[in-house]
T-cell receptor
Framework: GAGVSQSPRYKVAKRGQDVALRCDPI?????LFWYQQALGQGPEFLTY????????KSGLPSDRFFAERPEGSVSTLKIQRTQQEDSAVYLC????????????FGNGTRLTVT | QQPVQSPQAVILREGEDAVINCSSS?????VHWYRQKHGEAPVFLMI?????EQMRHEKISASFNEKKQQSSLYLTASQLSYSGTYFC?????????????FGTGTLLAVQP
């Protein structure tokens, strides 16, 4: 079937605007992860869902970041009042289960805050 | 705690071999390896499990030393297509969550 789909592919926001990034995981995958990747760096963990439950949000940089997965499928990462330091690629990944299952990544959303 | 990879970068000629190391300060139960090409998403290579066998992906193999809390990725007879940044990933078993933490990354450039 189809892989992980993210939209939009690119997003330019003016400082202070709110943005919403969408992730459509592989059908049936219970685990969903959001990562932030700055230029030249590795992916940094943001948050993790198991079905609709957000089990870990320890990586969210501030209370301006909010993620949801209300029906256990599609997830949205929302960033309120964007700042320049929020500029990065936001990667979504899904997996079928536990730590022995590989993560399948989407192509990411490149966010640029001007 | 983020796993540390070495070297940070390596340049090879086609056909040469390379080793990438991944070290953790925490006990390891599994190690993932991913490759990311410029402008693309990370792509899964293999998973090594505690007590499991050495794994292979084409001419790339990996080992897992639980006692030393280390994993190594071996690239044999490198090809141009091997170029990219390699990340190891280890699970942080904290509380109710199993989150994959990526290492510092190793940039590999294979030249003709």
């Amino acid at each position: 079937g189809a892989g992980v789909s993210q939209s939009p592919r690119y997003k330019v926001a003016k400082r202070g605007q709110d943005v919403a990034l969408r992730c459509d995981p592989i059908s049936g995958h219970v685990s969903l992860f959001w990562y932030q990747q700055a230029l030249g760096q590795g992916p940094e963990f943001l948050t993790y869902f198991q079905n609709e439950a957000q089990l870990d949000k320890s990586g969210l940089p501030s209370d301006r970041f909010f993620a949801e997965r209300p029906e256990g499928s599609v997830s949205t990462l929302k960033i309120q009042r964007t700042q320049q330091e929020d500029s990065a690629v936001y990667l979504c990944a899904s997996s079928s289960g536990d730590s022995s299952s590989p993560l399948h990544f989407g192509n990411g959303t490149r966010l640029t805050v001007t | 705690q983020q796993p540390v990879q070495s070297p940070q970068a390596v340049i090879l000629r086609e056909g040469e071999d390379a080793v990438i190391n991944c070290s953790s300060s925490k006990a390891l139960y599994s190690v993932h390896w991913y490759r990311q090409k410029h402008g693309e998403a990370p792509v899964f290579l293999m998973i090594l499990l505690k007590g499991g066998e050495q794994m292979r992906h084409e001419k790339i193999s990996a080992s897992f030393n639980e006692k030393k809390q280390q994993s190594s990725l071996y690239l044999t007879a490198s090809q141009l297509s091997y170029s990219g940044t390699y990340f190891c990933g280890t699970y942080d078993y904290g509380g109710a969550t199993n989150k994959l933490i990526f290492g510092t990354g190793t940039l590999l450039a294979v030249q003709p």
